[in-house]
């Protein structure tokens, strides 16, 4: 692998950054995008039982909210009702769409960057490619390089070797990347479609507790 840097040049660095910044993304939304750090199943019908009779206390909220993402939503409506126990249902709508605003973020952080590494690896690998062009023709620019056997064979062969390990290197990481960036970006989707479900479940038993 050390040879395979050597020979591919400076350029390489610049992938190889690029693909361990790739890597550090794609670990952390795997972390972070689970099921039980987002959605739990059965949390809506978990959280209205515990309030069939009425409001929970404070700390019981607190605990809902530090429980998921959508815990985190379904709280704000317990402390909109808790700062108002007659607020209205735009009120609880408004207290749930901002927080929903909120978990919408924090299920699209970092795919901007995992798109831009998808995006900017090929065209690192491209110039890699050119760089390497530049040390083919520098090879055929000393004496006899026009003619047969002339030029700098080292340099020419230093040269294709940047060209080529850079565009492998390049698409290697650019692909994968892309693949986890479209993955990452529907579950998101499909886990922001589950908080809005469970949202609006939720404000229907809210308008119950109102006083």
């Given amino acids: 692998m050390l040879s395979i840097i050597q020979a591919a040049g400076w350029p390489i660095w610049m992938l190889i950054a690029c693909s361990i910044l790739g890597l550090a993304l794609v670990i952390e939304r795997a972390i972070s995008l ?48 808790q700062a108002n126990p007659r607020a209205t249902e735009a009120e609880l709508r408004a ?57 700098n064979p080292a340099q020419l062969a230093h040269g294709i070797s940047i060209a080529l390990y850079n565009t ?13 960036w479209r993955y990452y970006r529907a579950r998101a989707d499909a886990f922001l479609l589950q908080l809005e479900v469970g949202a609006e479940r939720f404000v229907h038993h809210l308008l119950t507790l109102r006083r």
Avoid: C, K, W
Avoid at 60 to 75: E, P, Y
Avoid at 137 to 143: D, E, H, K, M
Avoid at 168 to 180: K, Q, R, S, T
């Fill in 34 to 81: 689970r099921t039980h750090r987002i959605a739990p199943p059965q949390l809506v019908d978990e959280a209205i039982q515990a309030s069939r009779h009425g409001l929970p206390p404070p700390a019981v909220v607190d605990q809902l909210a530090d429980n998921s993402l959508l815990g985190a939503v379904l709280a704000s409506g317990f402390r909109t009702l």
């Fill in 95 to 151: 207290g749930l769409e901002a927080a929903g605003r909120l978990a919408a973020a924090q299920l699209q952080r970092y795919l901007g960057a995992l798109a831009t590494v998808a995006s900017a690896a090929p065209l690192l690998g491209l110039l890699g490619t050119v760089i390497g062009m530049i040390e083919i023709f520098g090879s055929q620019a000393g004496p006899g390089g026009l003619q047969p056997g002339g030029g």
């Fill in 168 to 180: 492998a290197f390049g698409l290697m990481i650019a692909i994968p990347a892309l693949i986890f």
